[in-house]
């Protein structure tokens, strides 16, 4: 018998492994709608705005490496997914996002809310595509997903238009075929490894497109091996254990920073899983330190990157195979290295007692990591404190520092919080939000306590856009423009339903933290934020410390 359309579009996502649709459905998803009401294995999460749904649907991705899926209507709800789909994209989350349409073969409402959805999403997607016929919904979902996963994830869209979601149709859905990554060129390997062996201070760069649970273990062997230290990109963060002695720091800053210093004593940097959408850690000059540029994709070569040895194919096995052909060298030096870590770390402690009110962001930041498990999740929105917790906070395990250094959009923190607490419901989760971010996104409030997730979501308030007034503070210009009230955000809070909490000392915040991180629902926590000395210690003070090691 044949298919109802929207059926055989249910029974795709099935077969690929979907556990959850997110999204608000509108007029011309009420076909698909109906049809995810009979699944049995697939949940629809109705969130309250469209963005929410697609920075969920995009940390599923991110932490699964499935695609996440969500939903919107024509029109406006497709233009609400714009943020979502670039952030994704930039940020290598496997997504796709379904939007309806009016019919296609039979106008009824001439032009009213339709716009070229496909043609709108094709800067920011991997793949984006009108379905026709219903005929060719296996083969287009099929595609999507293998498009959205592969190598670097992404997102893709698909649009059902009413007319066609209605169709019947005697198509099935396709299986997934069986795949493998190439493997790197055994010359290639040779010839990286022969590199780092006469190199004389060879250190390790590690970026987004090495963020991979097998990537990270095999870092994690080579690193015991050859004992050669790591730095690491904000969207690196994590991949391997930063606690440990051969951590040299994130590059959370530009430029100027001890990350930085500990880069020019090395004569070798061994670059792993190098994104562009990232500011590298260095700018490569004619005559300077020689790159290898170990990833899935080739280098793109710019005035600034031009690596000398190319190591290409899956990036867990290419540094398997470095690591089984490498000999360690004897005559490797670290010291100028770990003397500018040494200086940073010393720097960094240095900060941790301030107890300020309202809060100084370096005590904050060592307080939450003091109460967060090794594998709990905090996850970062958009703003000046993202620069504090990336130098300041070692991450233990991948994916549990979610940070976006890649968009950088205002708004995705508290979803993504959402996301992971849905994904990783037995780990401690929480959202670390300005006071500007979090409004943006804020009525996703509601979809956290009805979804009965345990996460705290943590307020950094300063009434104002703190980022952007740092850099107006950096540059020379007056402090004007970038202010703003903000609502009782314990109310607020309540008035969801969740547990509202208000920092009155700094000396109350561990317990806090511990109170919310151990008590089930939902707690918002609004934390007044000292960001006077931002200017004078991330561009000033930082700069010359480093310089002078």
């Known amino acids: ?152 994830p992404g997102a893709v869209h698909l649009e059902l238009p009413e007319d066609i979601a209605d169709e019947h149709t005697d198509s099935r859905p396709l299986k997934a075929s069986l795949h493998r990554r190439p493997t790197a060129d055994v010359k290639a390997v040779r010839a990286a490894v022969s590199a780092i062996e006469k190199a004389r201070s060879p250190v390790l760069v590690i970026g987004a497109g090495a963020n991979r649970k097998m990537t990270s273990r095999m870092l994690g062997q080579f690193v015991e091996k050859t004992g050669i230290p790591f730095i690491t990109t904000q969207l690196g963060k994590g991949v391997l254990d930063e606690t440990g002695d051969k951590f040299l720091g994130c590059a959370a800053l530009s430029a100027g920073d001890f990350v930085h210093k500990a880069l020019e004593s090395a004569d070798l940097i061994i670059n792993v899983g190098h994104d562009v959408i990232e500011k590298p850690p260095f700018f490569m000059k004619q005559g300077g330190t020689d790159v290898i540029h170990v990833s899935t994709n080739t280098a793109e070569v710019d005035p600034v990157y031009f690596p000398q040895i190319e190591v290409i194919g899956d990036i867990a096995n290419a540094i398997w195979q470095i690591k089984e052909d490498i000999m360690p060298s004897g005559h490797w030096k670290f010291e100028k290295m770990l003397k500018a870590r040494a200086a940073e770390v010393a720097h960094r402690d240095g900060m941790c007692d301030d107890m300020r009110f309202p809060i100084f962001p370096a005590c904050l930041v060592k307080q939450i990591r003091d109460v967060m498990p090794a594998d709990g999740i905090i996850c970062l929105d958009n703003g000046v404190y993202k620069i504090w917790f990336a130098r300041n906070y070692p991450a233990r395990q991948a994916n549990t520092v979610l940070l976006d250094n890649a968009l950088a959009t205002m708004g995705a923190g508290l979803p993504s919080a959402m996301a992971s607490a849905m994904v990783y419901p037995d780990r401690k989760v929480m959202a670390i939000c300005g006071d500007g971010g979090f409004m943006m996104n804020s009525q996703e409030m509601e979809t956290a306590v009805r979804l009965g997730l345990n996460i705290t979501v943590l307020i950094l308030n300063d009434n104002s856009y703190g980022m952007i007034r740092w850099k107006q503070a950096n540059m020379g210009f007056k402090d004007w423009g970038l202010t703003y009230g903000n609502p009782d955000f314990v109310k607020y809070a309540e008035a969801y339903g969740a547990s509202g909490h208000r920092v009155e000392s700094a000396e109350m915040i561990p317990g806090l933290l511990r109170e919310c991180l151990d008590t089930p629902g939902v707690h918002l926590i609004d934390c007044p934020v000292d960001y006077a000395d931002n200017d004078r210690i991330l561009n000033k003070e930082i700069k010359e410390l480093s310089a002078a090691v």
């Not at 073969?105 to 009108?130: C, E, N, W």
């Open 1 to 152: 018998m044949a298919t109802k359309a929207s059926d055989l579009f249910i029974e795709c996502l099935e077969e690929e492994g979907v556990e959850y649709v997110f999204g608000v459905p509108g007029e011309e998803n009420l076909d698909f709608l109906d049809s995810l009401s009979r699944s049995d294995t697939i949940k629809l999460i109705l969130t309250r705005h469209e963005q929410g749904a697609g920075f969920m649907a995009a940390t599923y991705g991110r932490h699964t490496g499935k695609t996440g899926v969500c939903l919107a209507t024509l029109g406006p709800g497709a233009t609400n997914f714009v943020t979502a789909a670039a952030y994704a994209q930039l940020g290598g989350m496997p997504m796709m996002m379904i939007t309806g349409q009016k019919p296609i073969k039979k106008s009824k409402q001439g032009r009213f809310q339709i716009l070229d959805v496909v043609a709108m999403m094709g800067p920011i997607t991997k793949y984006t595509h009108q379905l026709a016929s219903s005929d060719n919904i296996p083969s287009r979902v099929r595609e999507a997903f293998r498009l959205a996963e592969e190598e670097k």
